[in-house]
């Protein structure tokens, strides 16, 4: 199961395009509150979220998504919920991705140090002890997915498939939406 978690403020694009690209792939995903059951993204687009973040099963996890937009990253951080489900899952070996701004959280929470990462354009100095990536979009390294904005949607979600399934998976995603 994918977590993507969403916060009132989220980039639209960046929650909804990996998702798609997951869910394409017949890659279970869950797009996760961390209040309400509906939470309006940064361009006023109300989601109704698949489950509430108390809902989270680790043991069943394979990845947790945390996506960008200005407010949305803040309010994730503010959350100490979300802090604590992303620490657990990086310490099990569960696939850790955020994009745009939301990187910089991971860099706060130390799951950065020393890694190949990206994020939004300026706000490098919140990676915290990552080796910044400035020519990439979408970066792994080891368990640790990073994209560098909205325009990146596509390669972060088409990423996210093939790290979970194959590349060939990502490439048949890739061609159904002629891409």
């Known amino acids: 199961m994918v977590y993507i978690l969403l916060a ?16 394409r792939a017949e890659i279970e995903t869950a797009l996760v ?19 509430l973040l108390d809902q989270v099963d680790l043991a069943g996890a394979d990845m947790i ?8 990253y803040q309010n994730l951080g503010e959350e100490p919920r979300v ?3 992303v620490r657990e899952a990086a310490g099990r070996g569960i696939w850790v991705a955020a994009i745009c701004a939301a990187p910089t959280l991971l860099g706060r929470w130390g799951l950065l140090a020393g ?6 354009p300026g706000m490098e100095e919140g990676l915290n002890g990552a080796q910044p990536q400035m020519a990439r979009g979408v970066v792994v390294d080891g368990k640790v997915i ?18 979970l ?3 060939a998976t990502s490439e048949k995603v890739r061609a159904s939406i002629y891409y």
């Open 8 to 23: 009132p403020g989220f980039e639209e694009a960046e929650a909804l395009v990996p998702a798609d690209m997951l869910r």
């Open 33 to 51: 509150s961390i209040a309400g059951e509906t939470v309006a993204g940064s361009h006023g687009i109300g989601v109704k979220a698949d489950m």
């Open 65 to 72: 998504v945390l996506p960008g937009g200005g407010a949305g």
């Open 83 to 85: 802090e604590r489900l």
């Open 115 to 120: 890694k190949a990462a990206v994020c939004y």
């Open 146 to 163: 990073t994209g560098r904005a909205a325009g990146s949607a596509f390669d972060f979600g088409l990423t996210l498939v093939e790290v």
């Open 165 to 167: 399934v194959d590349h």
